[in-house]
């Protein structure tokens, strides 16, 4: 007896491919774009950066027994008090800022990340559920996403913040709270488009359960635009993590991030003092650009209807 095979994909030309030729074909697409080449290297700079930031910032910044308050607001290429020096300055704790920016990056990078990884496990979830399931599941799940949409993610943000309090474990549900729905929104539409082909009803027909449809034939089908979306919302998210932190109720002063540095020297641009805020500011703007950059490239590759799919 022959034992049935149940599709696992679409039935397109492309997706007839063994799935490493796809594979692939999106890296070389993306690596024909040097707009995202560029993007790429600078996000892996930054992430190499940040990784090892204790190894190789001048000082701890976040050791405050180590900070010398007569270091303060110190110009770029001044000696600080150890005979080390401070390349990009100080602020007005006496951190040195190359320093501060290096374990700034670890935070908001982090912060992003992490919050970007739970919100679209939680998104995908709920998506592909309310897809295959449809019914009142999927209506009742829609309204509260559209419930939310219809908020501005940082008025969301600033109302849990206040609940929740400060806090770097706080700044990230908070962002998982507002990101989620997007995700689900994503995943969901394309969802619906899968359940309706040929190799949903295949396995269907030969007795799969609901959750390894789900997850073995729906999920991976979806994954492209999940990956987009993913991608441009980290940036999204550390960008209003800044925010928030900028605002005063994100992360907390002794472990400052990106938004906190910036904000620790915006009162002083007007006297002179524009490195406190302008590096830091500097950082924050070629992150978000470095992700951006990808996101829009990942968007061409992983659209099959692109003319471009890479070019």
Known sequence: MVAA???????????????????????????????????????LLFLLLAVFAPQISPQNPYDLDKLDIMDN?????????????????????????????????????????????????????????????????????????????????????????????RGIDKVILALVIVQWAYYARTVRGSALVE?????????????????????????????????????????HAISLEATLSFLGVGVPVTEPSLGMLIANGYGYLLSGKYWISTFPGFALLLLVLAINLVGDRLRHVMDPYSDQNGN
């Open 73 to 165: 607001m110190l110009a770029p290429g001044a000696m600080l008090g150890d005979g080390t020096i401070s390349w990009l300055g100080t602020d007005d704790q006496g951190r040195d800022m190359l320093s501060a920016i290096l374990y700034g990056l670890r935070i908001s990078i982090g912060v992003g990340v992490v919050s970007v990884v739970i919100a679209s496990a939680i998104g995908a979830f709920v998506g592909i559920g309310c897809a295959y399931i449809g019914g009142r599941v999927d209506s009742l799940a829609m309204r509260i996403v559209d419930l939310q949409l219809s908020f501005p993610s940082i008025l969301v943000a600033l109302v849990l913040l206040s609940v929740f309090g």
């Open 195 to 235: 359940r309706e082909k040929d190799y949903i009803a295949a396995a269907v027909s030969f007795g799969a359960p609901r959750w390894r449809i789900m997850l073995r034939h729906l999920l991976p089908n979806c994954l492209p635009p999940l990956i987009v979306v993913a991608t441009v919302q980290i940036a």
């Open 5 to 43: 095979h149940i599709p696992t994909g679409p039935d397109t030309a492309e997706e007839n491919q063994p799935r490493d030729s796809i594979a692939r074909k999106r890296i070389k697409a993306f690596l024909r774009s040097p707009g995202a080449l560029f993007g790429l290297l600078l996000f």
